[in-house]
């Protein structure tokens, strides 16, 4: 099964076809009232950590390097995922931050590790949860 997730900064226009909207940020994204955003969360859980995301921004530590840590926050804490993985099974998920560049944020980060965490128990669910039984009869 396909799983449309887009990602969007908070301060571009509301569109009908967004589905879920779900603002993954730390931070309350400067000038915008909670009523004007037409968000279905705020799901701080799915960020990066305060430390990591400080490091970043700083310049301590290079995108890579970034991608790298966060990466391994999402995979030593799976259950993070699972209320965007309940969003995304029910439609069109679409994630917001405040970030200038999505594409350097940790919006694809996250959207990667959602769609394989999807896909991985999508496979699960096709493998029988057992071998089939044969009737020594036959």
């Known amino acids: 099964m396909s799983h ?3 990602l969007k900064r908070i301060y571009q226009a509301i569109d009908p076809g967004d589905g879920a909207r779900v603002l993954v940020d730390r931070l309350w994204p400067r000038g ?4 004007s955003l037409a968000l279905t969360d705020w799901y ?11 490091q970043y921004h700083q310049g301590e530590i290079s995108a890579a390097v970034f991608a790298a840590r966060y990466r391994g926050e999402l ?3 799976p259950d993070r995922l699972l209320p965007l993985m309940r969003q995304a099974r029910q439609g069109r998920l679409t994630l917001l931050s405040a970030a200038r560049d999505l594409e350097a944020s940790h919006l694809p980060i996250l959207r990667e590790a959602l769609l394989a965490a999807l896909e991985a128990e999508d496979a699960a669910d096709r493998e029988p949860a057992s071998p089939p039984c044969l009737d020594p009869g036959d």
Do not use: C, F, Q, W
């Open 4 to 6: 449309e997730i887009v």
């Open 44 to 54: 701080r859980d799915a960020s990066p950590s305060p430390a990591l995301r400080r």
């Open 32 to 35: 915008k009232r909670r009523e």
């Open 75 to 77: 995979r030593d804490a």
